[in-house]
């Protein structure tokens, strides 16, 4: 007779049977919920039987968690810049705030790594409060009327402290309000439209600005923009790469430019990396641009030598992605456990 383990979740199922996955009867419904873990992460109505590597990557999820834990106490996290550039004036106008993990031993963390987690376990807010404080912080010093951009995830906007948070960054910086601009997705106004464009309208009454990151991208982007009136669209990269052979990423980039252009909104292309992909999203009427060739997202420290980059680029001095800083990114990592660095900006 064999037993079998299992965990259930609305429309997902783990499953584990005896004698193959254990013979002991707490273990099978442990590790049937290990599977039913797997089953969550691959979506509704799926099953997933237990496999020994699941305990594995459930072990190093457990300890990366306990980490993760620590590491706005300790400091380990920084904010790393990525500039913008206005295409019309030719000079920087935002720099987009990144968030980095520089873990003492395991070097930096990717964010697709620790993000999805911080989400899962909540600690996305505690975490969305800091860099909001911070990035207002380090934009305060900045010269002219650079802004700086904050990406919101889902969870923050379910907090009911996220506008206090906001109001609260700003006034300890000193940061004009029209400075700060907040990143959502589609996937911000999917979780709760009416009560999310509440707290969106409520944002833009202090004077911060919003915008649509990844449009294009989902399923209801056109009507967002009826329900609420962003102040910037990021047309998303993918349409940028594929804009010097694919005919219809070019027609998309020009609609969604021409749009813009009728709602008053800006239109930001990312992901350019050649001087012929900035040409080009130019010509179409983008009036921003991000990416590799103005620069990679680095710490604040570099943001004099990303504006002299993006001077460089506008005189046309510079024509390729800037390379990765390898050995920088090393040193980084290797002195993280030895200093505890709070950033200057925020990814």
Not at 122 to 133: A, D, S, T, Y
Not at 216 to 223: A, D, E, F, I
Not at 286 to 312: K, V
Request: contains cysteine.
């Amino acid at each position: 007779m064999s037993l079998m383990g299992m965990g259930c979740d609305q429309r997902r199922v783990g499953i584990s049977i005896a004698p193959d996955d254990s013979r002991n009867a707490d273990q099978l419904l442990k590790n049937g919920d290990m599977a039913l873990y797997r089953a969550k992460a691959e979506g509704r109505r799926t099953y997933r039987f237990f496999e020994p590597e699941m305990d594995a990557r459930m072990q190093a999820r457990r300890f990366l968690e306990l980490d993760l834990r620590e590491a706005l106490g300790e400091g380990q996290f920084e904010i790393y810049y990525q500039p913008l550039l206005d295409l019309r004036r030719g000079e920087v106008s935002c720099f987009e705030a990144l968030l980095r993990w520089h873990h003492p031993t395991r070097g930096i963390v990717s964010p697709a790594e620790f993000i999805p987690l911080a989400e899962e376990i909540g600690l996305i807010v505690p975490i969305g409060e800091w860099v909001i404080k911070q990035a207002c912080l380090d934009a305060a010093g900045w010269p002219g009327g650079i802004k700086v951009a904050v990406n919101l995830s889902p969870t923050q906007f379910r907090n009911a402290r996220l506008l206090s948070a906001i109001v609260e960054a700003l006034d300890v910086s000193g940061l004009p309000p029209s400075k700060l601009e907040l990143e959502i997705t589609e996937t911000v106004l999917l979780a709760n439209t009416q009560a999310t464009l509440a707290m969106l309208q409520q944002i833009h009454m202090l004077g911060v600005h919003i915008a649509m990151d990844d449009f294009v991208t989902g399923y209801s982007s056109l009507s967002y923009l009826r329900s609420f009136p962003f102040d910037k669209i990021k047309i998303d990269q993918s349409f940028v790469k594929d804009a010097d052979d694919v005919d219809s990423s070019v027609a998309i980039i020009r609609a969604v430019t021409s749009l813009g252009s009728s709602l008053g909104m800006q239109t930001t292309a990312e992901g350019v990396e050649t001087a012929e992909q900035l040409d080009r999203v130019r010509r179409e009427g983008c009036t921003e641009a991000q990416g590799f060739l103005l620069s990679r997202p680095l710490p604040a420290r570099h943001i004099p030598a990303m504006l002299e980059r993006a001077r460089a680029v506008v005189a046309g001095d510079i024509s390729e992605p800037a390379p990765e800083m390898t050995g920088q990114r090393n040193r980084e990592q290797s002195s993280s456990g030895r200093r505890r660095r709070i950033a200057s900006a925020r990814g």
